[in-house]
Each structure stands twice: as C-alpha cells, then as structure tokens.
T-cell receptor, first 115, second 112 residues
Framework: ETGVTQSPTHLIKTRGQQVTLRCSSQ?????VSWYQQALGQGPQFIFQ???????GRGNFPPRFSGLQFPNYSSELNVNALELDDSALYLC??????????????FGPGTRLLVL | GEDVEQSLFLSVREGDSSVINCTYT??????LYWYKQEPGAGLQLLTY?????DMKQDQRLTVLLNKKDKHLSLRIADTQTGDSAIYFC????????????FGKGTRLHILP
C-alpha cells in the first residue's frame, strides 16, 4: 500500500475521444510523474509535475497534457485518442523534484482501452 | 541513447535462488532500481543502488552492480511462490529530468 490512488481503474474509449485520468498523491509529495505501460513493455515516462508546473517530459506528443493541484491531486489528459494509447497509465509521487533516487511511490494504475 | 535490457522470462524451482540480469547503456546513470509488479498491481520498489556501490543486500535480496560492464543483477534467495511476478530493472540520472528508464521486465515463474 503506497498511499497513491488512481481513478478510474479501467476505462474504455473510442478513437478520437478525450480522456482524463486522476491521481491522488501522498500528502506532502510535491512531485508527480506519469508513465505509460503498454502490454508486455516497461513503463515509459510521459512527464513530471513539480509544484503545479511541468518539470520534464518524455517523447510524447502535446495531446498528452497534465495538471497538478495544490491538494496533492493531479490529472493526465489525452486528446484525440489513438488505438496505440491503449495501455496501463501509472502515476508516481515523491517528496521533491531533482532527486533521482528519491523514492517514487506508484499507484495501481488505470487501464485504458481505446477501440 | 538510454536503454535498459533484460531477459523476458526466468523459471526457478521453489527454494532455489533466482538471478535476474540487466544491462544498461547510460554511463552517467546515478541510481539503479529493481521494481516488482504483480498481476493487476502497480509497481513496488524492491531496492535501489547508487552507482558508486558494488553490492547491496536486503534480507533475501542481493543487488550486484558492475559499473564497468554496465551490468546489474538481482538475486532472490530461497525463492517462494509469492515471488512470482514481473521484475523491472530501471535507471535514472541526476541530469535527466528525474525520469526513470525501465527495461521490459523479466517474468519470474516459480516451479513447484
């Protein structure tokens, strides 16, 4: 039990739609990172937010965007969904940014299926 | 570029030791991790090692790092059925936006 929760647990969308995934971090954790884990693959870094601002981004197009709120919750938004967006989306929270090795606590993930 | 490679499958008899191997390419890697993922669950950090260390032991887990060869291994002593999971090797560096680079995972299967 990491204290990080995500909602919903599962979601089905169709191509072209938009989706919002939510994450609730541990209290006191100022940093949230989002990862995409396709079937049979390791997680891939999407982006990180620190104190409500984007603080690093992986190789994902701009239709992947995020928000972080002062109450330790955050969102991942994906516009114009494509079939390849089907994956498990994981959020991870940590106390501070800039500390590689700072323990990141992962949530259970949201499994998104795009038809 | 940054890449982490690991074998996809490993079968071990219950009670034996499991050794999962991993190689990485980024010579500036600062931290190396082992994560465990059970079916339907998120990632659990098992252990991590700083790049200036050779070995770290934590109960049944032993991590060995050969920085020259960029090789990392995880040894699980006295493997139990509860150890059945996917194990991800991962690395991060201080100069790279804090993102963690993961391998594709090794599925550990326990034989009775």
């Amino acid at each position: 039990e990491t204290g990080v929760t995500q909602s919903p647990t599962h979601l089905i969308k169709t191509r072209g739609q938009q989706v919002t995934l939510r994450c609730s971090s541990q209290s006191g954790h100022n940093t949230v990172s989002w990862y995409q884990q396709a079937l049979g693959q390791g997680p891939q870094f999407i982006f990180q937010y620190y104190r409500e601002e984007e603080n690093g981004r992986g190789n994902f197009p701009p239709r992947f965007s995020g928000l972080q709120f002062p109450n330790y919750s955050s969102e991942l938004n994906v516009n114009a969904l494509e079939l390849d967006d089907s994956a498990l989306y994981l959020c991870a929270s940590s106390r501070s940014s800039g500390g590689a090795g700072e323990t990141q606590y992962f949530g259970p993930g949201t499994r998104l299926l795009v038809l | 570029g940054e890449d982490v490679e690991q074998s996809l499958f490993l079968s071990v008899r219950e009670g034996d030791s499991s050794v999962i191997n991993c190689t990485y390419t980024d010579s500036s890697s600062t931290y190396l991790y082992w994560y465990k993922q059970e079916p339907g669950a998120g990632l659990q950090l098992l252990t991590y090692i700083f790049s200036n260390m050779d070995m770290k032991q934590d109960q049944r887990l032993t991590v060995l790092l050969n920085k020259k060869d960029k090789h990392l291994s995880l040894r699980i002593a006295d493997t139990q059925t509860g150890d059945s999971a996917i194990y991800f090797c991962a690395e991060s560096t201080l100069n790279r936006d804090d993102k963690i680079i993961f391998g594709k995972g090794t599925r550990l299967h326990i034989l009775p």
